[in-house]
């Protein structure tokens, strides 16, 4: 988990998370932190952490997320990227609230 053991402050993971899911496009998604590893994305609870920045694809010259996130459904038992698990679930399907505004005549 976040916090402590790896020296990250709820801020820097929050801003990771923000440039994140703006790479994706997914910068309209309901986002709130809950603890310094607990968010809740679209309404599902997802402990979230920094993955190695060895991993990302813009650390080998390609283009790719900002940083490198993982996150867990399951209590922390299992990781996954979390651009992956946002896929798995769905949770980028979000129903908007009201119908977009169609042009006036």
Do not use: C, N, Y
Not at 34 to 47: N, P, Y
């Amino acid at each position: 988990p976040l916090g402590a053991a790896d020296g990250l402050a709820p801020q820097d993971i929050a801003r990771a998370l923000e440039a994140v899911l703006a790479h994706f496009g997914w910068a309209h998604l309901a986002v709130q932190r809950h603890r310094s590893d607990v968010w809740s994305i679209s309404g599902a609870m997802l402990q979230v952490q920094r993955g190695s920045q060895a991993e990302t694809p813009r650390s080998r010259g390609l283009l790719g997320p900002p940083a490198r996130l993982l996150a867990s459904d399951d209590g922390g038992r299992s990781w996954e990227a979390l651009e992956a698990l946002v896929r798995r679930r769905r949770l980028h399907k979000v129903v908007r609230a009201a119908p977009i505004a169609t042009g006036v005549r």
